[in-house]
């Protein structure tokens, strides 16, 4: 993907989450059913992937832990996460 395509992607993703944010039936709806709530609005889950939404709450964070990339030494690793890792509410705490 490129710089462009990343942007687009965003702000696809902030609409539908302002949109669930808004919409308690909409939200259900993605919660429940993700890949036709996502198709609805635009985005297509590859064939074969499938795809999960949970919700965050004021008790409850979810951190989802990335694929390990193939072919990477774990002495590689560190350099290679700390380009996806960012701050989460916990650790800010």
């Given at each position: 993907m490129n710089d462009e395509q990343i942007?687009?992607?965003?702000?696809?993703?902030?609409?539908?989450?302002?949109k669930a944010w808004a919409d308690e039936d909409f939200?259900?709806?993605?919660?429940?059913?993700?890949?036709?709530v996502l198709?609805?609005?635009?985005?297509?889950?590859?064939?074969?992937n499938s795809i999960k939404i949970v919700?965050?709450?004021d008790k409850l964070t979810h951190i989802v832990l990335p694929v390990?990339?193939?072919g990477t030494h774990i002495d590689q690793l560190d350099e290679r996460v700390a380009?996806?890792?960012r701050p989460c509410c916990i650790c800010m705490i």
């Open positions: 942007k687009k992607a965003q702000q696809q993703w902030a609409k539908i989450i302002a939200k259900a709806r993605l919660i429940a059913g993700p890949a036709a198709k609805e609005e635009g985005i297509m889950i590859p064939k074969g919700e965050n709450t390990r990339p193939e380009a996806f890792a």
